[in-house]
């Protein structure tokens, strides 16, 4: 066969450094907006921030009701591991473990000290220090190191020995039972709980270091064996297994209150992150409407001194930058007005839920507003991820007002949204010593 040339059509999308800049800024959140920007101001000097006193008004903003609604989220209440699924803990070991710190003296200097050198250290670098201590093989302590960096921030080690030794070089030959090894190493770091694969595990490392008597005994057959049980106030059920009365049960239970189920949140970082929303609902005129809010939309424009350089030296370096402003600038507007579109059309589709509340939630899902739109799916998608609007019901991120629907007996559908809403209120007004049955 002689070579040839032959001329074939066909069709690929190629996404120009624009739109690929404008899909990342879309599905950033209102924090990793302004740090992109930060750095995009530091990088280009053609861009700077608009003055308050020259800054235009926003499409769909009242400037007369630019009212800022902030909400404080702290991340050590995101649910990390199974312990939060432990209910019956309660509240009350926050107050039976605090940090070191708190034991010191405001007058002692070394106690200050101490409080500043405990909030600042890791949990995995608590464990590294104490493993820098231990007198083991080096392949021993390689395994270990490795096992702290698989621990989550409370502690756990979510994944199996097996799925880990799997992720280690072949070359090592690495076995389950090595790293079991390993881990009986880690379990006898403190803070004692740590390295536990589970909350009935941790548990018991915490209850094999308390004195040994009936009580301790019967708090680790609970723990152990019968800890779901325990978690759902089975207690009739939970004493006829261990053979027990209800003092020492109560004795048990109390004992097993005591101890941490998350053994590595008191080293975590408490980072507050402040919710901005992107957009705020009022009702005016009978009608809810969807502003931007003006303290979430960043106002940039192009340096008029660079400029003017510009337009007199055309062989100027800064061309590049100069179109680079020019498309971040119109690329944050289009962000803004994408949200504000989508916003307004989930408002209008929810208007129920703003008069009436969670019972009026009405099915909706993400192809709904991106026909009525004309925008993709992964488009509103984007839009909808930690896009937050302010409402007089509270803040909510875009994303709550979709859900799954129920058929109904009429052959329509509900909101599993307004289903809760309503076993709640079912719940809620129960009368006590006559609860409602399941059916």
């Known amino acids: 066969m002689k070579p040839s040339l032959q001329l074939k059509l066909s069709q690929h999308l190629a996404l120009t450094p624009q739109l690929q800049q404008s899909i990342r800024l879309l599905q950033l959140s209102t924090l990793e907006l302004e740090q992109e920007l930060e750095k995009y101001l530091q990088e280009n000097p053609l861009l700077e921030r608009m003055e308050e006193e020259y800054a235009p008004p926003l499409p769909g903003t009242n400037d007369t009701d630019s009212d800022t609604a902030e909400a404080s989220v702290n991340e050590t209440d995101t649910a990390t591991s199974s312990a939060d699924d432990e209910s019956w803990l309660g509240d009350e070991e926050d107050s039976n473990y605090q940090s070191a710190s708190s034991s010191g003296s405001f007058?002692?200097?070394?106690?200050?000290?101490?409080?500043?050198?405990?909030?600042?250290?890791?949990?995995?670098?608590?464990?590294?220090?104490?493993?820098?201590?231990?007198?083991?093989?080096?392949?021993?302590?390689?395994?270990?190191?490795?096992?702290i960096e698989a621990l989550d921030d409370d502690g756990y080690l979510t994944q199996s020995l097996e799925d880990l030794a799997e992720t280690l070089p072949a070359e090592l030959e690495i076995e389950p039972e090595e790293l079991q090894i390993a881990l009986n190493h880690l379990q006898c770091f403190e803070p004692t709980g740590v390295g536990a694969r589970n909350v009935a595990e941790c548990l018991a490392l915490q209850l094999e270091t308390q004195p040994a008597d009936d009580t301790q005994a019967l708090a680790l057959n609970i723990v152990r064996n019968n800890l779901d049980l325990l978690a759902n106030r089975d207690f009739v059920k939970l004493k006829k297994l261990i053979e027990c009365d209800d003092e020492q049960l109560r004795l048990a239970q109390s004992l097993i209150r005591s101890l941490n189920p998350r053994p590595g949140s008191k080293y975590a970082a408490l980072d507050a992150r402040y919710i901005t929303p992107d957009v705020v609902v009022r009702k005016l005129r009978g009608q809810w409407t969807v502003n931007v809010n003006s303290d979430a939309f960043p106002r940039l424009r192009i340096n008029s001194l660079y400029a003017q350089i510009l337009s007199k030296q055309r062989g100027s370096g800064l061309a590049g930058q100069l179109q680079e402003a020019r498309w971040l600038i119109k690329n944050v507007q289009q962000r803004f007005d994408t949200i504000l579109r989508v916003a307004q059309s989930i408002v209008d589709r929810q208007r129920q839920f703003f008069d009436h509340g969670e019972v009026a939630m009405r099915p909706l899902v993400l192809r709904e507003i991106a026909d009525l739109l004309g925008l993709?799916?992964?488009?509103?998608?984007?839009?909808?991820?930690?896009?937050?609007?302010?409402?007089?019901?509270?803040?909510?991120?875009?994303?709550?007002?979709?859900?799954s629907h129920v058929a109904t007996e009429t052959g329509g559908a509900c909101s599993a949204t307004a289903i809760r809403a309503l076993l709640k209120q079912l719940i809620g007004s129960e009368e006590q010593k006559r609860p409602l049955s399941d059916s």
């Not at 231990?134 to 190191?145: A, Y």
């Open 107 to 147: 007058d002692d200097d070394d106690g200050d000290y101490q409080d500043v050198q405990v909030a600042t250290t890791s949990l995995r670098e608590h464990l590294t220090a104490q493993l820098g201590l231990m007198s083991i093989p080096d392949r021993d302590r390689t395994l270990v190191q490795c096992l």
């Open 376 to 403: 993709h799916e992964s488009t509103i998608s984007r839009v909808t991820t930690q896009k937050y609007m302010a409402t007089p019901r509270g803040i909510f991120e875009l994303k709550y007002f979709f859900g």
